[in-house]
């Protein structure tokens, strides 16, 4: 608590799982979480950082192997990535995908349209069961 009582502002899930990511990334390799903790700074709990990781982890944003008792984690893709995969779980809570990928397409400004009809005109890459 402030010296008036009153505690500091709760940060969004969002905010605290963006940061952890963003310390991720920073490492050389695969970090464990009381490294996140202190790269982030700010008095998070070591447990708040297992928790944000374990919701991480459950979402696909981050993979984690044994490292001694504990676990290291490492980002499972790069931003692009991480942006495309929240992209795709809009996308599949939706019942119209036509209508909701229309009305994307048509929101698009000019370059981004342009880039889209670029990327559409390169042959389907293999999908991952292939």
């Given at each position: 608590m402030t010296e008036h009582g009153?505690?500091?502002?709760?940060?969004?899930q969002g905010e605290l799982e963006a940061s952890v990511l963003s310390a991720l990334r920073q490492a050389d390799g695969p970090a464990t979480a009381g490294w996140v903790q202190e790269r982030l700074g700010g008095g998070l709990a070591y447990t708040t950082v297992i928790t944000i990781l374990t919701r991480l982890?459950?979402?696909?944003?981050?993979?984690?192997?044994?490292?001694?008792?504990?676990?290291?984690?490492?980002?499972?893709?790069?931003?692009?990535?991480?942006?495309?995969?929240?992209m795709h779980r809009v996308l599949d809570a939706e019942r119209d995908r036509?209508?909701?990928?229309?009305?994307?397409?048509t929101g698009l400004g000019p370059d981004d349209e342009r880039?889209?009809?670029?990327?559409?005109?390169?042959?389907?890459?293999?999908?991952?069961g292939d």
């Open positions: 009153r505690r500091p502002p709760r940060r969004a982890l459950a979402k696909g944003a981050v993979t984690r192997e044994r490292s001694g008792r504990s676990f290291a984690w490492l980002p499972a893709s790069d931003e692009a990535g991480l942006a495309a995969r929240r036509e209508a909701v990928l229309t009305s994307f397409v880039l889209l009809r670029e990327l559409l005109g390169q042959p389907p890459r293999p999908s991952r």
